[in-house]
């Protein structure tokens, strides 16, 4: 008779895509985010927590790639309805805007922080969960929120570790890059479905100029590409004269460069070197030329004179290109010049419900890929006006503009610099010497507690003390205190700094040691105020 098989255990496995986050990944983040937080509350937003589950209704058809809500989330039916995992913290915030609206204040103001889920392909560093930070302003149509939000993400990065010179926020509009789609015969302001197809692969070419360079993009506003693989990627299918127009705006920031050059060349010499400096790569944004108010100025208002030269044809775009330099100007105002925040036509974002201003913060510093290889860290927040979102619920227009920070990719790039500190520190273990006395040692343990010191017991089994200062190795302690028998009838403890013991052992010299011991024995009632100086010492 065969025997019956127990039940099959489960496999200890985290869920493909998911990750799981140890104590000082933890403890990096909320750090990070609580100095994030700071910044966003002393611009006056307030904190907002929202439900992980929303209705696949109320996220909208706003996932990019998918022509289905429910497709890129996770998603299931309850009681007729279809609920899933926010895909972001934006739609959230739109069914709020819209659903306390008599009681909220307009504008209102919000930032909020946590995880989303994404029902995608997992790859190298793409999670299907991941935290994002956002913050965003709904019910003020003013471009003035937009510049606000640009100048917030830039105190906001200095903040947390990234030097100005080691970023850039890149700010563009949509409504000047529709302007150009309509000069070029691919969007009719009467019928905005019309060439929606077009108009998708037309931006998803050009955010991905970085990438796919010049020749890339053009060839993606024909018939399409191939790449390396020897994949071919469908193109937009437009005419020359069309692909011109769209190639034009791509390549804004070197026509302004040629003029100023061009132009430097017919003017005094004074006013000519101020115009080469301003047009001097453009790229190059933390070059101490523009760090001059004047050149700075001069860049940006070339950059919009080409601008409006290629979509000022266009109500929508002429609109846009005001609008950028309002943005510029408000900026100016604040000190907030081009080497933090600079326009850039090139700035598309990829979602499709962005209607206005939209911007990009690129980490400009160099890290080693897999490879070995020197590159760029890249974009590590982005955001813009969408100024139709709430008008899915209320049927009324109700602007808004906001901005998300990648946290895991801001928490990398603090790494990378070398700015994160991941070796966060342990306890002070209160090490077992006699079962009997347990009591002493938790009233030690409560002492150092009551001070303020993070601290435990050790509550492994006591025979081997050796295995003791091994956990509290391994748990990244500071110190552990020690009281036997013989120290208990001295009314004494022996107080062993391990940070400093660690450190002898690899570097010191016998003459060293002995100056230097890691473990003292110190009077039971200076046990607080012993382990505080060590842990002073090591700050």
Known sequence: MAKNKGQRRPKATTPKGFRDYFGAEVTARKAMLDRI?????RYGFDALETSAVETVEALGKFLPDVDRPNEGVFAWEEEGDWLALRYDLTAPLARVAAQYRNDLPTPYRRYAMGPVWRNEKPGPGRFRQFYQCDADTVGAASVAADAEICAMLADALEEVGIPRGDYVIRVNNRKVLNGVMEVAGILDPSDPSKFEAERGIVLRAIDKLDRLGVEGVRALLGEGRKDESGDFTKGAGLGDAQASIIMSFVQVNETAQKQLVRLSRSVPEETGSQ???AAYDSNKHVDAGWRDEVTS?????QVLSVLMDISGQSEIGAEGVKELAEIANLLHAQDYGPDRIIIDPSVVRGLGYYTG?????????????????PRQFGSVAGGGRYDDLVKRFTGQAVPATGV???VDRLLAALA???RLDNSAQGPVVVTVMDRTRMADYMRMVGELRAAGIRAEMYLGNPKNFGNQLKYADKRQSPVAIIQGEDEAAREVVQVKDLILGAKLAQEATLEEWKSQPAQVEVPRADLVATVRGILDRHK
């Not at 937080?37 to 509350?41: E, L, S, W």
């Open 37 to 41: 937080a700071a910044v966003y509350h």
């Open 275 to 277: 115009l080469r400096v």
């Open 297 to 301: 100025k001069i860049w940006n208002r």
């Open 357 to 373: 201003p939209v911007y990009e913060a690129e980490l400009t510093f160099e890290i080693k890929d897999e490879k070995g290889r």
């Open 404 to 406: 998300s920070i990648g």
């Open 416 to 418: 990378a610099k070398g």
